[in-house]
């Protein structure tokens, strides 16, 4: 056998071990991104678990004949979208500033949370802000479209 056919076999060689080597790495790089994703997944239900138990708050001071339970109603469901904001990673000190980062396309809703979080904040800094049923109602149902364009309930 000549030295070009010596090379050829063992070109041949090293080329399969890197084939064979690369077909490895990749099965286990899919494997574990799987993992982490799966992983990720169950975090992610857990906490959307945890948002859908607090929302269920928020719905059951709402059915109270007591303003102050309508006024907790709003601040909880507006703690609630702050929250998931902060997870979808929105940037910001406050939750306006947040809110300032989002536009029409990522949110449908946005509007309706502008307009819910201003209720929020005369309930938080004007004392003796009155809330009637009514205008709670409206309020936590545009938080409820909020979470509902966040996927979050």
Same mark, same amino acid.
């Given at each position: 056998m000549n030295f070009?056919?010596?090379?050829?076999?063992?070109?041949l060689l090293l080329m399969s071990v890197f084939i064979f080597s690369?077909?490895?790495?990749?099965?286990? #790089?899919?494997?574990?991104?799987?993992e982490k994703t799966?992983?990720?997944?169950?975090?992610?239900?857990?906490? *959307?678990?945890?948002?859908?138990?607090?929302?269920?708050?928020?719905?059951?001071?709402? /059915?109270s004949a007591s303003e102050s339970d309508w006024k907790l109603a709003?601040?909880? #469901?507006?703690?609630?979208?702050?929250?998931? $904001?902060? $997870?979808?990673?929105?940037?910001?000190?406050?939750?306006?500033?947040r809110m300032t980062s989002i536009d029409k396309e990522e949110l449908e809703s946005i509007e309706l949370l502008w307009e819910a979080h201003k209720v929020r904040n005369r309930i938080a800094h004007k004392p003796g802000f009155r809330l009637d049923y /009514?205008?709670?109602?409206?309020i936590v149902s545009y938080y409820e479209e909020? $979470? /509902?364009? *966040?996927?979050?309930?």
């Open positions: 070009g056919g010596i090379i050829t076999i063992i070109s690369f077909v490895l790495f990749f099965r286990k #790089a899919k494997k574990i991104k799987s799966a992983e990720r997944s169950e975090r992610g239900e857990k906490v *959307l678990g945890d948002f859908k138990e607090n929302w269920e708050g928020v719905l059951s001071h709402m /059915n709003v601040m909880e #469901a507006d703690k609630i979208v702050d929250r998931i $904001l902060l $997870l979808k990673g929105y940037k910001g000190e406050s939750m306006a500033e /009514n205008q709670a109602k409206k909020v $979470l /509902n364009d *966040l996927r979050a309930l």
